[in-house]
Nanobody, 116 residues
Framework: QVQLVESGGGLVQPGGSLRLSCAAS????????MGWYRQAPGKQRELVAQ???????NYADSVKGRFTISRENAKNMVYLQMNSLKPEDTAVYYC??????????WGQGTQVTVSS
């Protein structure tokens, strides 16, 4: 069982930055691929970024060059640094943990609003 708790969302102006954090429980955190997804009103949830257990990263085209995902296994933490934010980045952002054969887990989400 893995529990995920996100933090760091909020209101930011276009062009600004935010860093989202996800705290994970469980002693086998390092073996999970971790990801950030987002869901805007009226839209499907979409993958934003993912980092595997061996730190291979993958990003949605819409955030490449602006967002950076990282993980700190010693602290059971995963982060999403978001720079040059745009209004279209407004969404609820969810932390995700997945490991083949072991399950998939979601956090409760944190709201990010990009508006002037």
């Amino acid at each position: 069982q893995v529990q995920l708790v996100e933090s760091g969302g909020g209101l930011v102006q276009p062009g600004g930055s935010l860093r989202l954090s996800c705290a994970a429980s469980g002693s086998i955190f390092s073996s999970y691929a971790m990801g950030w997804y987002r869901q805007a009103p009226g839209k499907q949830r979409e993958l934003v970024a993912q980092i595997t257990s061996i730190r291979i990263t993958n990003y949605a085209d819409s955030v490449k060059g602006r967002f950076t995902i990282s993980r700190e296994n010693a602290k059971n933490m995963v982060y999403l640094q978001m720079n040059s934010l745009k209004p279209e980045d407004t969404a609820v952002y969810y932390c995700n943990a997945i490991r083949s054969g072991w399950g998939e887990y979601w956090g409760q989400g944190t709201q990010v609003t990009v508006s002037s």
